[in-house]
Protein backbone atom coordinates (compact mmCIF):
# COMPACT_ATOMS: atom_id res chain seq x y z
CA UNK A 1 0.00 0.00 0.00
CA UNK A 2 2.98 2.38 0.60
CA UNK A 3 4.68 1.68 -2.38
CA UNK A 4 1.42 2.65 -4.08
CA UNK A 5 1.04 5.66 -2.20
CA UNK A 6 4.67 6.77 -3.64
CA UNK A 7 3.74 6.17 -7.09
CA UNK A 8 0.97 8.20 -7.01
CA UNK A 9 2.71 10.95 -5.32
CA UNK A 10 5.65 11.12 -8.53
CA UNK A 11 3.23 10.50 -10.96
CA UNK A 12 1.39 13.85 -9.77
CA UNK A 13 4.54 15.59 -8.99
CA UNK A 14 5.71 14.62 -13.23
CA UNK A 15 1.81 15.73 -14.28
CA UNK A 16 3.00 19.07 -12.41
CA UNK A 17 6.05 19.40 -14.13
CA UNK A 18 4.78 18.37 -17.73
CA UNK A 19 2.05 20.77 -17.14
CA UNK A 20 3.93 23.65 -16.11
CA UNK A 21 3.72 26.88 -17.98
CA UNK A 22 7.03 28.08 -19.24
CA UNK A 23 9.12 30.91 -17.85
CA UNK A 24 8.92 34.34 -20.12
CA UNK A 25 10.46 37.45 -19.25
CA UNK A 26 7.64 40.16 -20.14
CA UNK A 27 4.59 41.02 -21.93
CA UNK A 28 4.81 43.01 -25.15
CA UNK A 29 1.89 45.29 -25.99
CA UNK A 30 0.51 48.15 -27.72
CA UNK A 31 -1.08 51.60 -26.80
CA UNK A 32 -2.15 53.70 -29.20
CA UNK A 33 0.83 53.45 -31.72
CA UNK A 34 3.41 53.36 -28.42
CA UNK A 35 4.56 49.44 -27.75
CA UNK A 36 5.32 48.64 -24.45
CA UNK A 37 7.64 45.99 -22.60
CA UNK A 38 7.48 45.14 -19.37
CA UNK A 39 9.57 42.64 -17.53
CA UNK A 40 8.30 39.93 -15.79
CA UNK A 41 9.60 40.42 -11.64
CA UNK A 42 12.24 37.61 -11.75
CA UNK A 43 15.44 36.82 -13.28
CA UNK A 44 17.30 39.19 -16.43
CA UNK A 45 15.89 40.15 -19.71
CA UNK A 46 17.96 39.97 -22.77
CA UNK A 47 16.33 41.62 -25.42
CA UNK A 48 16.58 42.27 -29.11
CA UNK A 49 13.97 44.48 -30.94
CA UNK A 50 13.87 46.28 -34.19
CA UNK A 51 10.84 48.88 -35.16
CA UNK A 52 10.70 50.11 -39.28
CA UNK A 53 7.91 50.61 -41.39
CA UNK A 54 5.38 50.21 -38.26
CA UNK A 55 6.16 46.81 -37.20
CA UNK A 56 7.95 45.75 -34.17
CA UNK A 57 9.76 42.63 -33.14
CA UNK A 58 10.84 42.28 -29.16
CA UNK A 59 11.94 38.83 -27.41
CA UNK A 60 14.11 38.13 -25.15
CA UNK A 61 15.66 34.27 -27.36
CA UNK A 62 16.26 33.09 -23.94
CA UNK A 63 12.99 32.43 -22.14
CA UNK A 64 10.23 34.34 -24.52
CA UNK A 65 8.10 37.35 -24.69
CA UNK A 66 4.15 37.12 -23.97
CA UNK A 67 2.78 38.68 -26.89
CA UNK A 68 -0.28 40.77 -25.70
CA UNK A 69 -2.64 43.75 -27.10
CA UNK A 70 -1.48 44.35 -30.62
CA UNK A 71 0.97 42.11 -31.13
CA UNK A 72 1.44 38.08 -32.47
CA UNK A 73 3.34 35.43 -30.68
CA UNK A 74 5.93 33.80 -32.52
CA UNK A 75 8.06 31.07 -30.91
CA UNK A 76 9.76 33.52 -28.25
CA UNK A 77 9.35 36.72 -30.14
CA UNK A 78 6.02 39.35 -30.60
CA UNK A 79 5.15 40.39 -33.38
CA UNK A 80 3.85 43.92 -32.94
CA UNK A 81 1.97 46.44 -35.97
CA UNK A 82 1.32 49.88 -35.92
CA UNK A 83 4.26 50.95 -33.72
CA UNK A 84 5.95 54.56 -34.19
CA UNK A 85 8.06 54.27 -31.08
CA UNK A 86 8.16 51.63 -27.92
CA UNK A 87 9.01 52.08 -23.89
CA UNK A 88 10.98 49.35 -22.67
CA UNK A 89 10.70 49.42 -18.68
CA UNK A 90 13.55 46.94 -16.99
CA UNK A 91 13.22 44.65 -14.27
CA UNK A 92 15.70 44.77 -10.90
CA UNK A 93 17.97 41.51 -12.07
CA UNK A 94 20.39 43.54 -14.57
CA UNK A 95 19.30 43.66 -18.36
CA UNK A 96 20.50 43.97 -22.03
CA UNK A 97 18.61 45.62 -24.91
CA UNK A 98 20.21 45.09 -28.20
CA UNK A 99 18.15 47.32 -31.31
CA UNK A 100 19.03 46.13 -33.59
CA UNK A 101 20.55 47.77 -36.95
CA UNK A 102 17.48 48.76 -39.34
CA UNK A 103 15.76 49.80 -36.39
CA UNK A 104 14.08 53.66 -37.36
CA UNK A 105 11.46 54.46 -34.51
CA UNK A 106 12.32 56.37 -31.14
CA UNK A 107 13.16 53.98 -28.44
CA UNK A 108 13.06 54.86 -24.62
CA UNK A 109 14.45 52.32 -22.40
CA UNK A 110 14.09 52.93 -18.73
CA UNK A 111 16.56 51.08 -16.33
CA UNK A 112 15.72 48.47 -13.35
CA UNK A 113 17.81 48.56 -10.76
CA UNK A 114 20.40 45.75 -11.73
CA UNK A 115 23.09 46.55 -14.15
CA UNK A 116 21.29 46.75 -17.14
CA UNK A 117 22.78 47.79 -21.04
CA UNK A 118 22.08 49.25 -23.89
CA UNK A 119 23.30 48.70 -27.40
CA UNK A 120 22.32 50.80 -30.00
CA UNK A 121 22.60 49.17 -33.91
CA UNK A 122 19.48 52.13 -35.24
CA UNK A 123 16.76 54.61 -34.21
CA UNK A 124 16.94 57.07 -32.08
CA UNK A 125 17.44 55.39 -28.31
CA UNK A 126 16.92 57.53 -25.49
CA UNK A 127 18.12 55.33 -22.00
CA UNK A 128 17.61 56.25 -18.68
CA UNK A 129 19.78 53.76 -16.72
CA UNK A 130 18.32 54.20 -13.16
CA UNK A 131 20.19 52.22 -10.52
CA UNK A 132 23.35 50.07 -10.69
CA UNK A 133 26.10 50.06 -13.01
CA UNK A 134 24.82 51.10 -16.22
CA UNK A 135 26.54 50.83 -20.23
CA UNK A 136 25.26 52.19 -23.24
CA UNK A 137 27.23 51.32 -26.56
CA UNK A 138 27.15 53.36 -29.76
CA UNK A 139 27.24 51.79 -33.23
CA UNK A 140 30.66 51.97 -35.00
CA UNK A 141 28.77 54.12 -37.51
CA UNK A 142 27.25 57.73 -36.75
CA UNK A 143 23.63 57.89 -37.52
CA UNK A 144 21.42 60.98 -38.29
CA UNK A 145 19.47 59.62 -35.24
CA UNK A 146 20.14 61.60 -31.56
CA UNK A 147 20.40 58.94 -28.96
CA UNK A 148 20.65 59.87 -25.09
CA UNK A 149 21.79 58.55 -22.21
CA UNK A 150 21.40 59.43 -18.79
CA UNK A 151 22.89 56.99 -16.03
CA UNK A 152 21.15 57.86 -12.58
CA UNK A 153 22.83 56.53 -8.78
CA UNK A 154 25.87 54.24 -9.79
CA UNK A 155 28.59 54.05 -12.08
CA UNK A 156 27.76 54.49 -15.81
CA UNK A 157 29.58 54.30 -19.05
CA UNK A 158 28.86 54.97 -22.72
CA UNK A 159 31.29 53.99 -25.32
CA UNK A 160 31.92 55.17 -28.54
CA UNK A 161 35.10 52.75 -28.44
CA UNK A 162 34.33 50.77 -31.95
CA UNK A 163 34.69 54.44 -34.28
CA UNK A 164 37.74 55.11 -35.48
CA UNK A 165 37.27 58.97 -35.99
CA UNK A 166 37.32 61.70 -33.06
CA UNK A 167 34.08 61.92 -31.08
CA UNK A 168 32.77 64.49 -28.84
CA UNK A 169 31.73 63.69 -25.54
CA UNK A 170 30.97 66.60 -22.96
CA UNK A 171 28.97 65.51 -20.18
CA UNK A 172 27.02 68.85 -20.26
CA UNK A 173 23.35 67.41 -20.53
CA UNK A 174 23.19 69.56 -24.40
CA UNK A 175 22.48 67.41 -27.68
CA UNK A 176 26.49 67.79 -29.31
CA UNK A 177 28.21 64.29 -28.16
CA UNK A 178 29.03 61.83 -30.81
CA UNK A 179 30.77 62.67 -34.12
CA UNK A 180 29.72 66.34 -35.83
CA UNK A 181 26.32 66.88 -36.37
CA UNK A 182 24.93 63.17 -34.72
CA UNK A 183 23.68 64.99 -31.58
CA UNK A 184 23.73 62.36 -29.14
CA UNK A 185 23.27 63.91 -25.49
CA UNK A 186 25.56 62.25 -22.66
CA UNK A 187 24.25 63.37 -19.63
CA UNK A 188 26.64 64.35 -16.46
CA UNK A 189 25.55 61.82 -14.53
CA UNK A 190 27.74 59.14 -17.02
CA UNK A 191 31.24 58.43 -17.13
CA UNK A 192 32.96 57.99 -20.72
Known amino acids: MRHGR ?3 GLAAVGL ?7 AFAGTAYVSGRTLHYTTASTGPDSLLITIANGIANIGDGTVGTVAGTGCAQESRYARCLNVDDAVIELGSEGSSVNVQPGSTAPIKVIGGAGNDSVLVGGGPVDFEGGPGWDMMQVPVYADASPDSFSGGPGRDFVYYSARTAPQ ?4 DDAPNDGAPGEHDNIHSDVAT
Not at 16 to 22: E, I, M, R
Not at 168 to 171: E, R
Request: some cysteine; proline content about 7%.
Open 6 to 8: RLI
Open 16 to 22: TLVCASP
Open 168 to 171: NVSL
